[in-house]
Nanobody, 124 residues
């Protein structure tokens, strides 16, 4: 099992930036697809971004493409989500997740390990 801990959330104005960090422990994540998901109150958990085990391929939901960047450092067992040009609709709890597979997925049920989440609030 992988333990994941997110940090970096907070309150920011529209147009601002935040960088979320996910620290992994327990097992190496170097062979796992890693993803970020978010969930707003009353909404389903939705896919935000994912990154292949090597970091060579990234995936984004349409609403964040061009504004968010996912990256990873396997040596440090960390995954980052750089969020720029934030909008009020980005407000949600953001979760880091590990998929114990080489295969990419944007379905939250396909991910095996989850962090506790970090709140991101974008004010208008």
């Amino acid at each position: 099992q992988v333990q994941l801990v997110e940090s970096g959330g907070g309150l920011v104005q529209t147009g601002g930036s935040l960088r979320l960090s996910c620290a992994a422990s327990g097992r190496t994540i170097s062979r796992y697809v890693m993803g970020w998901f978010r969930q707003a109150p009353g909404e389903e958990r939705e896919f935000v971004a994912a990154i292949s085990w090597s970091g060579g391929t990234t995936y984004y939901t349409d609403s964040v493409r061009g504004r968010f960047t996912i990256s990873r450092d396997n040596a440090k067992s960390t995954v980052l989500l750089q969020m720029n040009s934030l909008k009020p609709e980005d407000t949600a709890v953001y979760y880091c997740a590990a998929r114990r597979s080489f295969l990419y997925s944007r379905e939250w049920v396909d991910y095996d390990d989850w962090g506790q989440g970090t709140q991101v609030t974008v004010s208008s």
